[in-house]
Structures are given as C-alpha cells and as structure tokens.
C-alpha cells in the first residue's frame, strides 16, 4: 500500500463530494461539498495544497458513474471530461477513475438510516460528501487487496 494522502471526487452536476483518506491509506473520511461551477477545480485545488502542507497526496480518485451493466452514458463522460480538467489543474498529483455504480444511492440510503441526519437542501451535500468517502473507500479496500492501485489514469491534456 502506497503511503500518502489519496482524495476521492463525486462530481455532480450541481455538488462535488470531496473525501480524503488518512495518510496510510486506510480510512477515507469526508472534507466538504464544493459547488459545481466557477471556481470549483481551483477549489479543489485549494483543497490538495492545504493537505499537501502536511502529507504527500498520493492521487485524486475519481468516481465514474456507470450502468449496473457496465455501459457508460453521458454521466461517464461528463465525468471523464471533469476528471481530464482536474488533472491539468492539479498535476502533478495523478487523478484515477473508479467505478462508482451506486454509491450516491447507497450513501442516501446510510444517511437516511441514520439518527440525527440532515435533511433537505443540507442532507444532499452531505449525500455528496458521503458518496465521495465511498468511493474512495472502495479505492483503497481495493488498492489494499490488490497490491495495485485501482481503475484507470487519467492523462492530462497535451
């Protein structure tokens, strides 16, 4: 398992979900919710030079939405064009694509089970945040069962 800070993206069309994983890899937990548009990679980019204070981050994981079959439509490549950008904004730091089939539903569905969770407006960024953390999650459960870093790197324009 590489050592280093690894962070997981949501991208929706109105939110970004942001995680952050701990620096041994083995926990992801939730940074923020950064509205989508103007300003929103250089956020994010904020977001790595203020963990890069302290730790090295490894990669951005990236989720890519995908049918259960495995198909992908015009989230995916709405979230291979973001990814794409985000690379060129935050090189060197590598960004990874990852199948994300499920997690905001899955994240909702926690967060509705759990006492005392936010509702409306508040509860959907948080659905972000949470769907980040899973994404990553899945990243690192996987990288660590592997040995291999997962999904697949994203090349920055030329």
Do not use: N, Y
């Amino acid at each position: 398992m590489r050592h280093g800070v690894r962070l997981g993206i949501d991208p929706g069309d109105a939110r970004i979900g942001v995680a952050r994983s701990d620096p041994s890899g083995f926990l992801a937990s939730p940074v923020e919710t950064v509205r989508r548009g103007k300003g929103d990679l250089a956020r994010i980019a904020a977001i790595v030079a203020e963990i890069e204070q302290d730790s090295t981050v490894v990669e951005a994981v990236v989720g890519l939405p995908r049918s259960l079959s495995g198909r992908e439509g015009p989230a995916a490549a709405k979230a291979r064009d973001f990814a794409v950008d985000l690379a060129a904004r935050i090189a060197p730091v590598p960004v990874r694509l990852v199948d994300e089939r499920l997690t905001t539903v899955s994240a909702a569905a926690m967060l509705r089970r759990s006492p005392g969770a936010p509702k409306g407006a508040k509860q959907r960024a948080v659905v972000d945040q949470a769907a980040a953390v899973l994404i990553l999650q899945h990243a690192l459960d996987t990288e660590r069962a592997t040995g291999t870093a997962p999904g697949e790197t994203v090349e920055e324009p030329a």
